[in-house]
């Protein structure tokens, strides 16, 4: 058997047209090692040719070993730990009051959280079958997609809540959450080209932040600058490159808290900013006021219980930013820690796919996943124990909310997609 047939054998058993480049790549280089060996030896052309095919052995054994190496797989652990959020989602809903809430109340947000988490396995599923590799060639269509977004954002917005800034359409409220997956995807695209020069990369980060702060979105501007800062740890710039960035960085938050101070000693910091760092740091100081929320965090975690509810505390935002402290009070703090370490899975499972995936953009697209999904998670519950400010981030799939639930299966698609398809190398 000749080389030409052997590999017709072999690649017949592999659908995939880019993994088929692959092998065809591999095993051509190495027959035509293994032939020029035994050429040396002494052999004619056609018995060196037929030696080093029988090397590899069997074509149709070997086909459908690649084969079952290049099929695209499902990752069921990921889907397992995802369906088991989606439906310890339903917990908050399960403490429910009738004495806060009415009837009909109770039962329209059970269907809408069945609507979301419907529409979160369909995203899923949908996002799972798209091949995410061809994007890599669009980083800068889907970086100029996020910016432009913002860009519309700010000049289109016809609706203020709590000084952020949202477009209303036919009763959808769109806000600056929606820009961070072009902005992931792009950033992952033109970060995994080491032909994008750092001077550059340095200007395109700046012009989201810009947007992003004068809407303003707090939470928005730090999911994206922790995103941006470990994909740009994860590229492939240098050492030394990574350095310069690093140390610019620590200088300009050094001058932040600088400036900070100077404002404070000078009294050019409005009473109301003021007060809420204050009531950070001393809660009980302004336990009618700014710390109000603080004091209650507190002792909710003081009389919890390890597992069944505790006394009743009424926190606002119980059932989308502060979630985890509703459920510390209805059922125990083991129980809910358990929560937390089942989405930990999750953050866990995303970092595994990343190392294990062999395109850089792919690779780098899981990463900014994780970060954006274990940045909610690591703060929301931060938050709720007191060790950082509160904001309106909220707990991935265990909060209420369409965008929550449904923002964050966006990122299980992708990591699905990813593990679907971005095992096997683009050769183009």
């Known amino acids: 058997m000749n080389s030409n047939d052997f590999l017709q054998i072999v690649l017949g058993y592999i659908q995939s047209k880019e993994a088929k480049q692959s092998v065809r790549l591999e095993l ?26 029988a090397e590899l052995g069997n074509p149709m054994t070997l086909g459908k ?10 990752d069921w652990l990921l889907w397992t730990l995802f369906a088991a959020v989606l ?8 403490t429910l009051e009738e004495s806060q809430f009415t009837p009909q109340m109770i039962e329209s947000l059970f269907h809408e959280k069945v609507v979301q988490a419907m529409l979160s396995i369909v995203l899923a599923i949908i996002i799972m079958f798209i091949d995410f590799r061809q994007w890599a060639r669009f980083g800068y269509l889907f970086y100029g997609l ?10 289109f917005t016809n609706q203020a809540i709590n000084g952020e800034i949202y477009f209303e359409l036919f009763g959808m409220m769109f806000h600056a959450w929606y820009a961070l997956p072009f902005l992931c995807i792009g950033w992952a695209a033109l970060l995994s080209k080491p032909s ?35 994909l740009f740890l994860s590229s492939s710039y240098s050492r030394k490159q990574k350095s310069i960035v690093l140390s610019g960085l620590l200088l300009v938050i050094l001058a932040s808290l600088l400036w900070i101070f100077i404002s404070y000693r000078n009294g050019s910091i409005a009473p109301y900013q003021l007060a809420r760092i204050s ?3 001393n809660p009980e100081a302004y336990a009618t006021s700014e710390g109000y929320v603080n004091v209650l965090l507190n002792q909710l975690i003081e009389q919890a219980q390890w597992f069944g509810g505790s006394s009743t505390v009424v926190v606002v935002g119980s059932f989308s930013h502060l979630v ?38 792919g690779r780098l697209v899981v990463i900014g996943a994780l970060v954006i999904f274990a940045t909610q998670l690591l ?25 929550s639930t449904v923002f964050n299966a966006l990122w299980i698609g992708i990591a699905l997609s990813m593990y679907r398809y971005g095992r096997i190398i683009s050769l183009h």
């Open 87 to 94: 439906l310890l989602g339903f917990l908050p809903l399960l």
């Open 146 to 155: 996020g910016v432009g977004f913002l860009i519309f954002l700010f000049l």
């Open 324 to 361: 985890l402290a509703q459920l510390i009070q209805s059922y125990g703090l083991v129980p809910t820690l358990g929560i937390v370490g089942l989405l930990l899975s999750i953050a866990w499972r995303l970092f595994h796919i990343s190392q294990n995936i062999r395109l850089p953009f």
């Open 379 to 403: 703060y929301v519950t931060a938050m709720t124990f007191g060790l950082v400010p509160l904001t309106s981030l909220t707990l991935p799939f265990i909060s209420y909310g369409f965008v």
């Open 65 to 74: 070993s690649l084969k079952r190496l290049y099929k695209p797989k499902i």
């Open 28 to 53: 051509t280089q190495h027959l035509q090692k293994a032939k020029a060996a035994w050429l040396a030896k002494g052999y004619s052309e056609l018995e060196a040719e037929a030696k080093a095919v």
């Open 279 to 281: 009531a950070f740091f």
């Open 196 to 230: 994008l020069p750092l001077s550059l990369m340095l200007i395109l980060a700046l012009i989201p932040m810009y947007w992003i702060t004068i809407m303003p979105n707090l939470p928005v501007l730090f999911i994206y600058c922790t995103m941006l800062l470990i």
